[in-house]
């Protein structure tokens, strides 16, 4: 998935490095998986996953439960997931997922940051046709694993491509099929270290080191808003 790819990894990287931030984007992904679903994480995979992705960044186990708990609580009933779309410095798309207690307060700070960027909002699904969304799972290559072999396990449960890098293998799929392989992968024994939903630029474009240094002080100014959980761009 060349450049697009190694941003995005270590974009995702330096985000997990922040923890004072991260944990509460993953507390929030955690409390929006249990209260769509039920709040017990064998009956629910979204959860599980929230739940396991929190584990792979040593989140405490007390503040997993507390997050688990807050669905069931008043301040839940107004957590909603809302995404918003713009175009950043020299054009760069740019889309961004929430997750908010309110959303009035989050549009108004993403907006400036835009604005301060020299970009500009669009309306929500402007974008929607330029990204594909896949599901995307990380794990450990074992000892004696063949991925080759994998593939083929992998096809029925709606696997599309398969990668591995300096020992991890990463697979992707469509995001419709994310329950499928989440189970696929269960029924190997495979313990996935990171699991999400991802969106990857139809037509990926190139820009230069000093462009890119414009687009990315924005993408830092997003990342770094609680509200914010995944930002995604056409960076080819």
């Known amino acids: 998935m060349g450049r697009a790819y190694e941003y995005r990894k270590a974009s995702k ?3 997990w490095d922040k923890m004072s931030r991260t944990f509460p984007k993953l507390g929030k992904a955690i409390t929006v998986a249990a209260r769509e679903g039920v709040p017990d994480p064998d009956m629910n995979s979204k959860l599980r996953t929230a ?3 929190a584990k792979a960044q040593n989140m405490p186990k007390d503040n997993i439960d507390a997050a ?3 669905a069931s609580g008043k301040d ?6 809302i995404n918003y779309e713009g175009k950043g410095p020299h054009g760069a798309l740019i889309f961004v997922e929430c997750a908010t207690d309110n959303p009035t307060r989050t549009v108004a700070n993403v907006k400036m ?6 970009g500009v909002m669009v309306p929500t699904g402007s974008l929607e046709f330029m990204f594909s969304r896949k599901a995307v799972f990380e794990f450990k290559k074992k000892d004696g694993m063949n991925v080759e072999d994998l593939e083929l396990e992998l096809i029925d449960a709606g696997l599309e491509e398969i990668e591995e890098d300096e020992g991890i293998i990463y697979c992707y799929a469509d995001y419709t099929t994310f329950g499928s392989m989440a189970v696929a992968l269960e029924n190997l024994k495979i313990d996935v270290t990171k ?3 991802q969106r ?3 037509t990926p474009v190139e820009y230069t080191d000093e462009q890119m240094a414009d687009i990315e002080k924005l993408i830092d100014k997003l990342e770094d808003d609680d509200d914010v959980q995944s930002v995604f761009t056409n960076i080819g």
Request: proline share 0%.
């Open 200 to 202: 990857f630029a139809t």
């Open 195 to 197: 699991a999400d939903l």
């Open 51 to 53: 739940i396991q992705n």
């Open 13 to 15: 990287e330096k985000r």
């Open 113 to 118: 940051y835009f604005n301060k960027a020299g």
């Open 68 to 70: 688990i708990k807050r």
């Open 76 to 81: 839940a009933e107004n957590f909603v997931e």
